[in-house]
């Protein structure tokens, strides 16, 4: 219907799945990496858990279409509502095991499955067997997915599991009947949506597939949908696609925020709160006044979508849009305090009031400080950082995280009002961090701090050979080099026999598990971005800018 009005060879937001489109993020990239290691490692379970709508079934889906190795035999389970000798039935017939085989007898299923297993080893062939939606398991299934993983030889396990579901798939293994199934996870990843800035690219991305040849979506749409789906790629699907029929509706050749809140609210449904008022009774027209207006109130207090509860942006009332949409700027209101006797010494003025003496600053502004600190003045954005030899980290964490890191990272922040402020984390002491807003540095509370960092960062480093590689198993490559020479370098107990191979091999996963384990990184012998970052603040202190030695203009 829009596709030939804004030139596209077919819908760029299908919500099925199309490998022409997969987008890999970065932490796309590294949930793919921990499913490549799962079918290739020895036995155990890997577990991969993301929010509704985070494409996590995409990734299981790109995973079987490109990334399995030869002498794999898979079986999917995509529907685990069933009872345990379903499930080992439902196993066994996706195997395509033969012999006599009673289905309704857990004995006569495991068996055949057994020497369906042994077999595969004897052949040289790996089994791997992957459920999706995995949250949905009964505790009792789950007990016979445990007793799988006892089918093994003498030195390995013959069946690798993946389990792959909603974050209540933590919560079930966390129970104290299931802790024998948690200690076998042997890895685990957390999928989370796209950052503001991944969020763009993914739509641009899509466009451009679809045959776009200008911008469609504006700067402050991109934004508004990121507003809207706190980067949740489906929610994001069907926000675009409706946009885009809205802007063809109106022969608009291009979306905008205005466009967008429409879309968003036919989503939701909300323009049906008109029609239903016209057809009421008279008697009940008061009432339906009073809820009409709990409503609105609640529209305004909350979000168009329920989002999980870190999300705390909130859409603008239409004139504060208006406004925002004629200044270029988002619209902040600063109530005028109001005037008190206080006798008390003056107070430092809180983070908040900092931030709203400022308009929401350019995200290009802070983004260009820290590439000051790495001795680059040209640099304004992720895709820039590579041109000269940088990375750029985009994700979620912890101030943990940030600690562990020891890099300068720009934060998006989000005022009570709702305004977003991309501010600069330039040290980070045991309470204190010193941001610089607008180019002035400002020491606050951590404690503060955190009341208006939702998680969301950028951070620069510098990857070896300057290329950045996600380093797994199996993978040739310079940096393997690197990566061994310096965990050698670091301590010799994570030195491999051969320090010159490029050949991510078993023993160098032994070593990274190693690291990662005395650093308290998540343990699963992938050399990620997080790792790689680490082993250069060890290997050369002095070459980047930290957190912790960081010169400031005020003492701490």
């Not at 905008?256 to 057809?279: C, H, K, N, S, W």
């Amino acid at each position: 219907m829009y596709t030939r009005f804004f030139g596209l060879t077919d819908k760029p937001f299908s919500i099925t799945p199309d490998p022409r489109y997969l987008f890999m993020s970065e932490r796309h990239g590294e949930a793919l990496a921990h499913l490549v290691y799962g079918v290739t490692e020895s036995g155990g379970f890997i577990q991969l858990t993301g929010e509704v709508g985070t494409g996590k079934t995409t990734l299981v889906r790109s995973l079987l279409q490109n990334r399995l190795p030869d002498n794999a035999d898979v079986a999917v389970v995509l529907n685990p509502q069933l009872t345990a000798i379903e499930f080992l039935a439902t196993v066994v017939e996706e195997l395509s095991v033969e012999g006599e085989i009673d289905p309704t007898s857990t004995k006569s299923l495991t068996d055949a499955l057994n020497r369906y297993l042994l077999r595969a080893h004897a052949d040289g062939r790996r089994v791997i067997l992957i459920v999706d939606e995995a949250q949905n398991l009964a505790p009792g299934v789950l007990e016979q997915v445990r007793l799988l993983t006892n089918l093994e030889t003498a030195k390995q396990k013959l069946l690798q599991i993946i389990l792959i579901g909603q974050p209540e798939l933590r919560e079930l293994l966390s129970r104290i009947d299931l802790r024998q199934l948690a200690q076998r996870i042997t890895g685990r990843y957390h999928l989370e949506p796209l950052s503001r800035d991944e969020t763009a690219q993914y739509i641009r991305h899509r466009m451009r597939v679809a045959g776009a040849l200008t911008p469609v979506f504006t700067d402050k749409a991109i934004r508004t949908v990121f507003r809207l789906t706190e980067g949740v790629p489906r929610l994001i699907n069907v926000i675009c696609d409706r946009s885009l029929l809205a802007a063809y509706a109106v022969e608009s050749p291009q979306v905008t925020p205005a466009i967008v809140r429409r879309a968003a609210a036919e989503v939701r449904g909300e323009e049906d709160l008109a029609g239903g008022f016209r057809i009421l009774p008279a008697a009940a027209v008061v009432a339906t006044v009073a809820i009409l207006f709990a409503s609105v109130a609640w529209v305004y207090q909350t979000r168009f979508f329920e989002l999980p509860t870190t999300v705390q942006t909130a859409e603008l009332p239409a004139d504060a849009r208006a406004s925002e949409e004629e200044s270029g700027e988002t619209a902040v209101e600063a109530a005028a305090p109001e005037t008190v006797v206080d006798a008390s010494p003056p107070q430092t003025p809180s983070l908040h009031s900092r931030l709203l003496d400022r308009t929401p600053l350019d995200g290009n502004a802070a983004f260009n400080e820290l590439a000051a600190l790495w001795g680059y003045d040209t640099v304004a954005d992720c895709t820039a950082a590579v041109s000269v030899g940088l990375s750029c980290v985009s994700q979620r964490a912890a101030f943990g995280t940030l600690r562990q890191l020891d890099r300068p990272a720009v934060l998006e922040l989000v005022d009570r009002d709702g305004g977003i402020h991309r501010v600069l984390l330039k040290a980070l002491r045991e309470s204190q961090a010193v941001l610089s807003i607008g180019g002035e540095e400002i020491a606050v509370p951590v404690s503060e701090l955190t009341e208006y960092w939702l998680g969301e960062f950028q951070m620069l480093w510098r990857p070896p050979n300057g290329r950045a590689v996600a380093l797994l198993p199996g993978v040739r490559d310079e940096n393997v080099v690197w990566l061994r020479e310096s965990l050698a370098a670091i301590d010799g107990r994570y030195r491999t026999g051969d320090t010159e191979s490029d050949l991510y091999s078993d023993e160098l996963v032994d070593r990274v598990r190693a690291f990662q384990r005395d650093q308290r990184l998540m343990v699963d012998g992938l050399a990620g971005a997080q790792t790689q970052i680490i082993i250069n603040g060890l290997i050369d202190p002095a070459g980047a800018p930290t957190l912790a030695t960081a010169r400031l203009a005020g003492d701490l």
